[in-house]
C-alpha cells in the first residue's frame, strides 16, 4: 500500500505558533497533496508538490517533499484558531488518491 | 473555483431500505469522480473509481452490489447504498477530478444513518 501516514497524530499549539505535520509513505509517487478537514465535513484541497519539487509555498503553508526518504512534511506558520481541522497528507501514485490518517491540529486562542 | 456538490449532506434511513447519495461538478467536467468512505477519527478510504460511460471500479473489500455508483454524465455520479444495515453508517465523500494533474475537488460529504 502507498497510503501515507502522518504524525503526530494529534498536535495542540497556542495561537501564533507554527505547526509542523509529517506524512510518509512507501511506494513511488507522481504527487503529494495536502488537505483539510473540518469537523464532519468535506476535505479543502491545501496545496500539491510534484515528484521533482522539493519545497512549495502557499500562504501561510510550506510543503517539503523528500522523495528519498519518502516523506513530506506541511507548516503551518502563525497560526490560527480557524486553523482548527485535521489534515491530511494524500499520494497519487498510478491515478488513485490514497490518504493517510490524519493528523488532528488545534489551535489554541 | 471549481464546486463539488453533494445530495443530501443528512440522511437518516431505516435498515433494509436504499438511499442515494449524488456529486455533481458544478462548474467543471469530471470524467473521473471518485467515491469515499470515512469511518469515525479515521482516514478515508477509496471504495471506488467512476468513469463517466462505465462501468465503476470498486477497490477490494468494497461490495460493488451494496454501493451502486453511476456515472451517467460528466457532472453527475451517484452512490446508492441498497438494503443499508447501520453498519452502514458513516460519512460519505466524493472527489471529482478536474484536468490530469490530479488535484481533486471534494464535496462536503454526506452523514448516512441507519436505524
Known amino acids: 500500500s502507498q497510503q501515507g501516514e502522518e504524525d503526530p497524530q494529534a498536535l495542540s499549539i497556542q495561537e501564533g505558533e507554527n505547526a509542523t505535520m509529517n506524512c510518509s509513505y512507501k511506494t513511488s509517487i507522481n504527487n503529494l497533496q495536502w488537505y483539510r478537514q473540518n469537523s464532519g465535513r468535506g476535505l479543502v484541497h491545501l496545496i500539491l508538490i510534484r515528484s521533482n519539487e522539493r519545497e512549495k509555498h502557499s500562504g501561510r503553508l510550506r510543503v517539503t517533499l523528500d522523495t528519498s526518504k519518502k516523506s513530506s512534511s506541511l507548516l503551518i506558520t502563525a497560526s490560527r484558531a480557524a486553523d482548527t481541522a485535521s489534515y491530511f497528507c494524500?499520494?497519487?501514485?498510478?491515478?488513485?488518491?490514497?490518504f493517510g490518517k490524519g493528523t488532528k491540529l488545534t489551535v489554541n486562542p | 473555483g471549481a464546486v463539488v456538490s453533494q445530495h443530501p449532506s443528512r440522511v437518516i434511513c431505516k435498515s433494509g431500505t436504499s438511499v442515494k447519495i449524488e456529486c455533481r461538478s458544478l462548474d467543471f467536467q469530471a470524467t473521473t469522480m471518485f467515491w469515499y468512505r470515512q469511518f469515525p477519527k479515521k482516514s478515508l478510504m477509496l471504495m471506488a473509481t467512476s468513469n463517466e460511460g462505465s462501468k465503476a471500479t470498486y477497490e477490494q473489500g468494497v461490495e460493488k452490489d451494496k454501493f451502486l455508483i453511476n456515472h451517467a454524465s460528466l457532472t453527475l455520479s451517484t452512490l446508492t447504498v441498497t438494503s443499508a444495515h447501520p453498519e452502514d453508517s458513516s460519512f460519505y465523500i466524493c472527489?471529482?477530478?478536474?484536468?490530469?494533474?490530479?488535484?481533486?475537488?471534494f464535496g462536503e460529504g454526506s452523514r448516512l444513518t441507519v436505524l
Open positions: 472527489s471529482a477530478r478536474e484536468g490530469e494533474a490530479g488535484e481533486l475537488f
Open positions: 494524500a499520494t497519487v501514485g498510478s491515478e488513485k488518491l490514497v
